[in-house]
């Protein structure tokens, strides 16, 4: 079982930037796709950036793409999100996730573990 824990977030302002990070625990080379999500208040959860951690692929929401960058660290079982130029739309609980049944590695996919969440406040 694959254990995942974020850590990073807090509050910054508008133009600023922060690294989140997510520690696997339990990972295991059949976990082929992770990825960050975020949900803001009164909004879904949505999938911010995910990567297939074997082939490298990585997909963005387009409200991110040149903004956040997804990457991994396969030595230290850890992954990240580095998010520049952060606005108060960026507020959200961000979820750290992995997967290791089939489907695919997409932002739609459903994923298999998920952390408990980071917070991160953006004020204007």
């Known amino acids: 079982q694959v254990q995942l824990v974020e850590s990073g977030g807090g509050s910054v302002q508008a133009g600023g930037s922060l690294r ?6 339990g990972f295991t080379s ?26 490298g692929s990585t997909y963005y929401a ?18 990240y999100l580095q998010m520049n130029s952060l606005k108060p739309e960026d507020t959200a609980m961000y ?21 408990k969440g980071t917070l991160v406040t953006i004020s204007s």
């Open 20 to 25: 989140l990070s997510c520690a696997a625990y």
């Open 30 to 55: 059949s976990t082929y796709c992770m990825g960050w999500f975020r949900q803001a208040p009164g909004k879904e959860r949505e999938g911010v950036a995910v990567m297939h951690t074997i082939g």
């Open 62 to 79: 387009g409200s991110v793409a040149g903004q956040f960058t997804i990457s991994q660290d396969n030595a230290k079982n850890t992954l």
């Open 95 to 115: 979820y750290c996730a992995a997967k290791s049944t089939g489907g695919g590695c997409s932002r739609q996919s459903i994923m298999d573990n998920w952390g």
